[in-house]
């Protein structure tokens, strides 16, 4: 009689592996941002240009990205938020203290080097906010490649600053850049935004009715002068988050589900490809000591790392937070370069900013590459040489 055949685990595919890879968000976001850099300075800089400015249904193509696609990375980003003040890793004041302080330095940090190097530009003030905001797709990214080789206390301490800073990112577009406001519109808004709080008060748990009223309360906020992504965090709040019985998941866990993979795969690289392409014709030299180039690229490059090395050191020394378990301090330095990379919400910011002034779009841009690019190289040298290779033990001790 023969020996029954051993059980085969179905193999997953490398496409589907690909994808399940947190890594390939951040991976996928650096070739797009990379192919717009390439076709902004190739023969087919003039099609790409001209297709940005097109306009369709009353808003340029780009503003359709920038205003419209946006709004589904921020509703991602707001339920993100929701679901770790509720439950996850920022759900008790504990949890909140290390990373809440070093997401207060990494944005405090960055934005007074800009202030500082543009002191004596008073019309180029207005982008202090610029380097304040980190990418949290690149970072994670970045430090996913190092596989093992970082304790997950320092992903789980990234990821909770990066929360902390999208929301901050968030407070300071609908605060400080926002144009002149529509009351009819705001009030609008508000009304809309009450009937999503009462559907959720009211035990609505299908995602249809809130995303078709979400499409309404979007459409209110671009006319209201708050930037219309707002509305996607706005939203957000509203799913509810709680599971019923019977039911294999909430509301939240489902639409989070459903909106990642649109969000990293497609939201980002596209928004990426449309921003990060500038054209390099008649940019010199000089171009990167222009106020707004310089303070963009020191407030990521050395504002981020004084910001966050610096205020998580002044923390645990003075017991008021314990440093992230397993990691060392160099670690913990190569986590405050990494949130440097500003890339996504810099850009973002940047174009609200400037939204007038082409030229200082152009320096902003150089700014955000330059300064991103260097923290991701440094970054990732410092936690290459600070983790050595864990063995496959102790790997599985860490997980668990």
Not at 259 to 279: E, I, Q, R
Not at 323 to 333: D, F, M, N
Request: aromatic share 8%; glycine share 10%; charged share 15%.
């Amino acid at each position: 009689m023969s020996a029954a055949a051993p059980q085969l685990k179905p193999s997953k595919s490398p496409l589907r592996s690909f994808f399940a890879n947190e890594a390939s968000a951040g991976l996928i976001l650096m070739a797009a941002a990379a192919l717009g850099l390439i076709v902004a300075n190739s023969p087919l800089a003039t099609a790409y240009f001209a297709t940005l400015k097109a306009y369709v249904g009353g808003l340029s193509v780009l503003h359709w990205i920038n205003d419209a696609l946006m709004v589904v990375f921020f509703l991602l980003v707001g339920l993100e938020i929701k679901r770790e003040l509720l439950e996850g890793r920022l759900r008790t004041w504990p949890d909140r203290v290390l990373p809440g302080l070093a997401a207060i330095g990494g944005m405090a940090a960055p934005a007074l080097v800009y202030l500082i190097v543009n002191a004596s530009s008073p019309e180029t003030l207005r982008g202090w906010a610029i380097p304040a905001a980190t990418d949290i797709a690149f970072a994670l990214g970045v430090l996913t490649l190092l596989g093992s080789r970082v304790p997950i206390s320092l992903k789980v301490f990234l990821t909770a600053l990066a929360i902390i800073d999208d929301l901050g990112a968030v407070l300071i577009i609908a605060v400080f850049y926002t144009a002149e406001l529509s009351l009819p519109m705001l009030a609008a808004s508000a009304v809309t935004f009450a009937a999503l709080v009462a559907m959720n008060r009211l035990g609505v748990r299908r995602l249809t009715p809130y995303l078709l009223l979400g499409l309404v309360l979007w459409f209110f906020v671009l006319k209201s002068g708050v930037h219309a992504t707002v509305a996607g965090v706005l939203l957000a709040m509203t799913i509810p988050i709680g599971r019923k019985e019977g039911e294999a998941e909430s509301p939240l866990h489902r639409l989070e589900h459903g909106v990642t993979p649109w969000s990293a795969f497609v939201v980002l690289p596209v928004f990426g490809f449309a921003n990060a392409g500038v054209s390099f014709a008649g940019v010199e030299a000089r171009m990167l000591l222009e106020p707004v180039t310089l303070g963009v690229a020191l407030g990521l490059f050395l504002g981020k790392q004084i910001g966050i090395f610096g205020i998580v050191l002044a923390a645990v020394k003075l017991g008021l937070a314990k440093r992230p378990e397993g990691a060392s301090w160099g670690q913990v330095y190569g986590i405050s370069l990494l949130c440097g990379i500003g890339f996504t919400m810099s850009l973002f910011i940047g174009l609200l900013a400037f939204a007038d002034a082409p030229h200082l779009e152009a320096e902003t841009k150089i700014g955000v590459l330059v300064g991103s690019l260097s923290c991701m190289a440094l970054g990732a040298l410092v936690l290459r040489l600070t983790s050595p290779s864990q063995r496959p033990t102790e790997r599985a001790t860490q997980e668990a």
